[in-house]
């Protein structure tokens, strides 16, 4: 968050090639949530950036998915 | 509090894998609510207190109030007139009632897939292709003093595996508790599970597989390069430590959670975990166990696996079953466009899906079976409204190791169960495909006789 110029509260924009939404930011340390890692709950928020493409095994890709954050005007 | 008071003694929690089944409910029958859950956890105590009645139609056509009987008609020809109708769900249900979706599905020659697929579907994989050396949590309670989760925060998503089964209850091999365990969690992040493990290891995100592959090296008395701490994040004297105490404890459990199915690697993860605890038994007991989440997630293996001989992503189109996941699993089937009508039970895809199979699930109609309003009964052409398990349905839930559990239900619902519905809805379904056989000039109707 410090890189990137966040602080608690702020609205960043996760986006990837499959979609976007907008999340608030909460800082954790980064003994907890090492650097380049964000966490998210599973849910709707989650499905606009899980790929569908299985890979064969019926799993969507549903962690540890690449994404852009950018900072947006709350 | 009323007077009409009622004490359920051993019912049982069907909100996460652990299907505890020593709870002691006290129940208001005049307000029909459960006031006490004793022995619950958090996610348990929730789980009984959210689970009144509402008042509401216990069926719905496109949102507009229906009766029972008009519902499960239209769901009927909805069914029967698809082209490639599938079924999906299943795990927040009783077994009684699986398995009569399981028969509607035969009829409609449709596609059959659990909540397994987009939960533990990978460690079912694995398991066909390396085995399981299994137990149950019993002997886990009773034997185990290594304990290992692996991509998982059982603190928060099963509060009891720790208190119940696994860290600290005292049994006839570990009578001191936690005393006579070590416990080891693997995980990305630290969790509220971390403070319980003697030894925590933060592992790279997507490095499961090369870490469990390297301890396999080890455990095979292989040399491993002390690169693979910077490919891992976990040095080669904490993994070579690590496998000594592996080797050389009584019985060791390594419990998989789903940050190893829902990363990149999925069955090959779970497989390498699976390999992992079966070259370990050269030297000790040790056994492996996926931590399933919901309440009968794995009784939805268990009655999918007894009827169909496969365990989700089964498909009938031919007359007989077929299993083959990445072609007839749910978010495949969706998002590629191929599903026509779609029966789903007891969960909610529309709310955790990838957005390109839920942005199918609206053009198609579906059929919804929910005890509450979801996002998917909202999109459903049919929705019924249903009673609990385990709360207000008697029935069996099996729990995370295998074990089949009997549920005692606390207070009657004026909404029919699950089971009850598709009971009906497999009569009906039936004789709409004979009707359908017989008119298009087979003489004989050729469909199967109904499954018991
Ligand atoms: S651990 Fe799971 S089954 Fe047991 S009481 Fe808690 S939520 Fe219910």
Redesign the interface.
């Known amino acids: 968050m410090l890189r990137l110029n966040l602080s608690d509260g702020d609205s960043v924009r996760l986006s990837n090639n ?2 976007e939404f907008i999340a608030t930011c909460k800082s954790k340390k980064i ?4 650097t380049g ?1 964000i ?1 998210i709950a ?3 928020s ?3 950036l ?15 998915l690449r994404v852009q954050v950018e900072k947006v005007a709350a | 509090m009323s007077e009409n008071i009622k004490i359920v003694k051993n019912a049982t929690c069907t909100f996460c894998g652990c299907v505890c089944d020593d709870m002691e409910l006290t129940v208001d029958l005049d307000k029909k609510q459960i006031i006490k859950a004793k022995n619950a956890c958090v996610l348990g105590r929730a789980w009984f207190a959210e689970h009144t009645i509402q008042e509401g139609p216990v069926a719905l056509i496109d949102g507009k109030e229906s009766k029972l009987e008009d519902a499960i008609e239209e769901a009927a020809q909805t069914l029967t007139k698809a082209k490639f109708p599938i079924t999906y769900g299943l795990s927040d249900t009783t077994c009684e009632a699986q398995r009569q979706a399981v028969a509607i599905t035969d009829f409609i020659r449709g596609t059959i897939d659990t909540t397994t697929s987009v939960c533990h579907g990978p460690s079912g994989l694995a398991f066909q292709g390396v085995g399981e050396s299994t137990m149950t949590l019993g002997e886990v309670k009773n034997r185990a003093d290594f304990v290992m989760y692996w991509g998982g925060n059982p603190a928060e998503s099963h509060p009891r595996h720790f208190t119940r089964y696994s860290v600290t209850p005292k049994g006839m091999f570990t009578p001191n508790g936690k005393k006579d365990r070590t416990v080891v969690l693997v995980d990305v992040r630290r969790t509220a599970s971390t403070p319980v493990a003697d030894i925590f290891l933060q592992v790279k995100p997507g490095k499961d597989f090369e870490l469990a592959w390297a301890m396999r090296a080890l455990v095979k008395g292989h040399t491993v390069d002390a690169s693979i701490e910077e490919e891992t994040g976990i040095s080669l004297e904490v993994l070579t430590d690590l496998v000594e105490r592996m080797k050389n404890c009584n019985y060791g459990v390594l419990f998989m959670g789903m940050g190893l199915t829902m990363t990149r690697g999925r069955h090959f993860n779970s497989g390498a975990i699976m390999a992992l605890a079966t070259d370990l038994n050269e030297f000790t007991h040790f056994v492996a166990k996926p931590v399933r989440g919901h309440g009968n997630v794995t009784g939805a293996d268990n009655v999918v696996s007894w009827q169909t001989g496969y365990p989700f992503g089964v498909n009938f189109s031919k007359g007989y079953p077929r299993f083959n996941p990445g072609e007839f699993t749910t978010v495949d089937t969706l998002s590629r466009g191929d599903a026509d009508a779609a029966l789903i039970i007891a969960s909610d895809p529309a709310a955790n899906f990838p957005q390109a199979a839920i942005n199918h699930l609206h053009k198609i109609p579906v059929v919804s079976f929910d005890t509450k309003e979801t996002a998917t009964s909202q999109l459903a052409h049919v929705a019924f409204r249903t009673s609990t398990y385990g709360i207000n349905t008697g029935g069996t839930a099996y729990r995370m190791d295998d074990v089949p559990i009997t549920l005692r239900p606390a207070f009657e619902s004026p909404f029919p169960s699950d089971e009850e519905i598709l009971t009906a809805l497999k009569k009906r379904v039936h004789e709409l495909v004979i009707a359908k056989s017989r008119s298009q000039g087979a003489g004989t109707a050729k469909v199967a006789a109904p499954i018991r």
């Open positions: 499959t979609g003994k907890d949530l090492p890692l966490f599973y849910g709707p989650s499905s606009r899980m790929e569908s493409d299985t890979g064969g095994s019926g799993m969507p890709i549903s962690k540890n």
